[in-house]
């Protein structure tokens, strides 16, 4: 398949048709039917910059590395891929990884994990908040509509509900635990046992720990500070310039996830480079890591502190570990987790079907 007029006509028709209204959190259910967790091949969704968008002019090639690197690693581990990519560089994505895997229906921006789905056992998609785009909460809506616009397409119907939560500030085990930051308290103007109380009622969800945020300001995720990568199984960075810090937070996890065993693991934090002072640096980071029920995604910086981290956490997991080059996009803010939507069981054969039914036509 070629990248025909036909496409970009349908996709942006597409988008052009939904609704708009404001995305007061999303739970998107398909059907009547609540899939829980089974073992398998994971589907991930990443994004392409826009097309036209000044924003990653300088880093577009970057991003593209990365991506097709990243890609090849999901697929030769047994993990499925999507790239929604715009016109400007679909071809290139289709060149490389296929045209089963490229759909020609463009994102407005790239980092899927913040404005797609949290807790794929039983999907819900909180309404993106405005820190993600810089402040702008009118940009940060526009963003999750469009993904909803593609979801909606694929025959993924949504509910709404009224909860701000960025997905990269959502870490959970699949298992009912989940940590947050506690901007989400302030977003949302709840207690800690408000708050606790609201996401304990929605599925699959059992223990909740708040953390503060290791910068404050700005973005302010749980998935810079900790990852599950087990079931009841945590890593968290160290933080030796900040014992008090340090302290505070496992505090705060043995509190709200009693049952939880905690690993701390190497962190050779750089912010010698980043690209935008809004949004800091995940260099180092390796809790930015993506985690599937078989697999764990483990960031790599090209530091000699990967191989420790990496024998780290294959100690602690029963899952297998698989390291991903991350240098090319870390000084953005952002890395493996935060590239990646992530979808499961009924929710990515929707998409795949979706995806069959677009070549069929073509």
């Not at 593209?64 to 994505?93: E, M, P, W």
Request: aromatic share 8%.
């Amino acid at each position: 398949m070629t990248p025909g007029i036909s496409e970009w006509q349908r996709a942006e028709r597409g988008q052009q048709s939904t609704v708009r209204q404001p995305v007061l959190c999303l739970l998107f259910l398909i059907g009547t039917l609540c899939m829980t967790s089974a073992p398998g091949a994971e589907l991930i969704v990443l994004a392409s910059p826009p097309d036209d968008d000044d924003y990653y002019a300088e880093v577009v090639d970057e991003i593209f590395d990365f991506h097709i690197a990243y890609a090849k690693q999901l697929i030769d581990n047994g993990d499925r891929v999507i790239v929604l990519a715009g016109r400007s560089t679909y071809a290139d994505y289709v060149a490389v990884l296929g045209s089963d895997k490229v759909l020609p229906i463009p994102m407005l921006d790239i980092w899927m994990r913040d404005f797609s789905l949290s807790n794929t056992t039983h999907p819900m998609m909180f309404r993106y908040t405005a820190a993600g785009q810089g402040g702008d909460q009118d940009a940060a809506d526009e963003v999750q509509e469009a993904f909803a616009a593609f979801l909606e397409r694929a025959g993924i119907r949504i509910e709404g509900m009224a909860l701000l939560n960025d997905g990269g500030n959502f870490v959970d085990d699949y298992a009912g635990n989940v940590v947050v930051s506690k901007k989400f308290l302030r977003d949302n103007d709840l207690s800690e046992d408000e708050a606790r109380r609201v996401l304990r009622s929605l599925d699959d969800i059992d223990q909740v720990a708040f953390i503060e945020a290791d910068e404050q300001g700005g973005l302010e995720h749980a998935d810079g500070v900790v990852s599950f990568v087990d079931t009841n199984t945590l890593i968290v960075n160290t933080y030796p310039d900040d014992p008090d810090y340090a302290r505070q937070l496992v505090s705060d996890l043995k509190r709200g996830l009693p049952n939880v065993r905690i690993h701390e693991i190497v962190t050779p934090y750089d912010d010698s480079s980043i690209y935008d002072s809004r949004f800091g640096s995940a260099c180092g980071l390796y809790t930015n890591a993506l985690v599937t029920p078989e697999r764990v995604y483990l960031p790599q910086f090209g530091v000699p502190e990967d191989k420790i981290a990496l024998a780290q956490v294959r100690a602690v997991t029963t899952r297998q570990v698989v390291p991903v080059g991350s240098r090319d996009v870390c000084t953005m803010g952002g890395g493996v987790r935060c590239m990646s939507g992530q979808l499961r069981g009924r929710h990515a054969e929707r998409v795949l079907d979706y995806v069959t039914r677009l070549m069929d036509r073509d």
